[in-house]
């Protein structure tokens, strides 16, 4: 099936910073979502970012989609920013995977104050 | 547009008890979507079903999970003779179809003890 691997695995920042994380695809998907996990495990979703460039407040997020890769830029961190940020992909028709997302192993980001 | 809704939320049950999740997808959306996630891992896929066709099982549910969709609804995850291994977070997630936006409930935390 496809395969999904997200950098870095830990983040640790200060209030204040911005931070870059990245998430690489094996195949062509034609869904992909960028979920923030709170603490009490619901996955908020943040971005359905198939291909392109979408910003939301302090948050946006960059699909290559010719080279498999997005991008999720948090800008001036806050501590309400930690949790758990995940990437899902679902490929394209006739892939396998195809019909469901598949998730990385998640990027775990600590704000500190 | 309440979400997607699981209930229970928590479920404590002794090893070789039957345990029933319940999973109430957006109205309009077709497909539902099953994952199962434990401590440090993101979601794996379970199931999901197209209306009420169950289109996908993964590897992963064994003869003891069974999940159905009655109508087309809600979606119920069964899990017989409940193992210390099934404990884990149970998440339920909807979408309008192939390749579209998908949005999850707050999760079901089961503890076989």
């Known amino acids: 099936g496809i395969q999904v691997e997200q950098s870095p695995p830990d983040l640790i920042l200060q209030e204040g910073a911005n931070s870059t994380l990245r998430c690489n695809f094996s195949d062509s998907v034609n869904n992909l979502q960028w979920f923030h996990q709170n603490p009490w495990g619901q996955l908020i979703n943040l971005f359905y970012?198939?291909?392109g460039t979408k910003q939301n407040g302090r948050l946006s997020a960059t699909t290559v989609a010719t080279e498999r890769y997005s991008l999720l830029y948090i800008s001036s961190s806050q501590t309400t920013d930690s949790g758990v940020y995940f990437c899902a992909v679902e490929p394209n028709a006739g892939g396998t995977s195809y019909g469901k997302l598949t998730f990385g192993q998640g990027t775990i980001l600590t704000v500190h104050p | 547009d309440t979400g997607v809704s699981q209930d229970p939320r928590h479920k404590i049950t002794k090893r070789g008890q039957n345990v029933t999740f319940r999973c109430d997808p957006i109205?309009?959306?077709?497909?539902l979507y099953w994952y199962r996630q434990t401590l440090g891992q993101g979601p794996e896929f379970l199931t999901y079903f197209q209306n009420e066709a169950q289109l996908e099982k993964s590897r992963l549910l064994s003869d003891r999970f069974s999940a159905e969709r009655p109508k087309g609804s809600f979606s119920t995850l069964e899990i017989q003779r409940t193992e210390q291994g099934d404990s884990a977070m149970y998440l339920c997630?909807?979408?309008?179809?192939?390749?579209?936006?998908?949005?999850f409930g707050q999760g079901t935390r089961l503890t076989v003890v």
């Open positions: 970012i198939p291909s």
């Open positions: 997630a909807s979408s309008r179809g192939y390749g579209t936006e998908a949005f």
């Open positions: 109205s309009e959306h077709n497909r």
